[in-house]
């Protein structure tokens, strides 16, 4: 999937990002979803109103540097998104 995501600036998925024994990555799948959740590049970052309308499906992700949640929320005419404060520096 991240090949039809690859033009937004996604690179992988979390999960692909590290290892850990096979029990471990089955819990993190299951409890946080990191299968599902790509990492983008600065690209993805400078285009977020771009990623956020074209990619409602993607609900969490990651750019380089901070962690971005999409909610389904239009206030006006314009997408509401959400950067975790914990990532701004």
Same mark, same amino acid.
């Given at each position: 999937?991240?090949?039809?995501?690859?033009?937004?600036?996604?690179?992988?998925?979390?999960? $692909?990002?590290?290892?850990?024994?096979?029990? !471990?990555? @089955?819990?993190?799948?299951?409890?946080?979803?990191?299968?599902?959740? &790509? #990492?983008?590049?600065?690209?993805?970052?400078?285009?977020?109103?771009?990623?956020?309308?074209?990619?409602? $499906?993607?609900?969490?992700?990651?750019?380089? !540097?901070? @962690?971005?949640?999409?909610?389904?929320?239009?206030?006006?005419?314009? &997408? #509401?998104?959400?950067?975790?404060?914990?990532?701004?520096?």
């Amino acid at each position: 999937m991240v090949l039809l995501f690859r033009k937004y600036g996604f690179v992988s998925y979390m999960r $692909e990002l590290f290892t850990c024994p096979e029990p !471990v990555m @089955r819990y993190l799948c299951k409890m946080y979803n990191i299968h599902k959740v &790509p #990492v983008g590049t600065r690209y993805t970052k400078d285009n977020l109103h771009v990623v956020i309308r074209d990619c409602p $499906e993607v609900r969490l992700f990651y750019t380089d !540097v901070d @962690r971005v949640t999409n909610r389904s929320l239009v206030f006006g005419t314009w &997408p #509401v998104f959400f950067l975790h404060p914990e990532d701004i520096q």
